[in-house]
């Protein structure tokens, strides 16, 4: 039931499933319900990225060009 708004056009049935909205509506950039939904749903799903530190080193990723000695020493250069 969370993904279902109150559309203030329909009619009958003004409750609506978010993406129906989101792809069908013309209404939908400029419609209250839909914008205060996907402000909602954006600032739940933001997540903090731990800063580079505090991964352990196990979890770390080597860097995807090698440092200026070894690609020197790859193409015979030292």
Not at 15 to 35: D, N, P, S, T, W
Not at 39 to 65: C, H, L, N, Q, R
């Given at each position: 039931?969370?993904?279902?708004?109150?559309?203030?056009?329909?009619?009958?049935?003004p409750r609506?499933?978010?993406?129906?909205?989101?792809?069908?509506?013309e209404?939908?950039?400029?419609?209250?319900?839909?914008?205060?939904?996907?402000?909602?749903?954006?600032?739940?799903?933001?997540?903090?990225?731990p800063?580079t530190?505090?991964?352990?080193?196990?979890?770390?990723?080597?860097?995807?060009?090698?440092p200026n000695?070894?690609?020197?020493?790859?193409?015979?250069?030292?």
């Amino acid at each position: 039931m969370q993904d279902y708004i109150v559309c203030e056009k329909r009619g009958n049935l003004p409750r609506i499933h978010v993406k129906i909205c989101q792809h069908r509506c013309e209404h939908a950039k400029a419609c209250e319900a839909f914008q205060d939904y996907m402000k909602a749903k954006a600032s739940a799903e933001m997540v903090i990225k731990p800063a580079t530190g505090d991964w352990p080193e196990e979890k770390a990723v080597a860097s995807p060009t090698p440092p200026n000695s070894l690609r020197e020493a790859s193409q015979g250069r030292l």
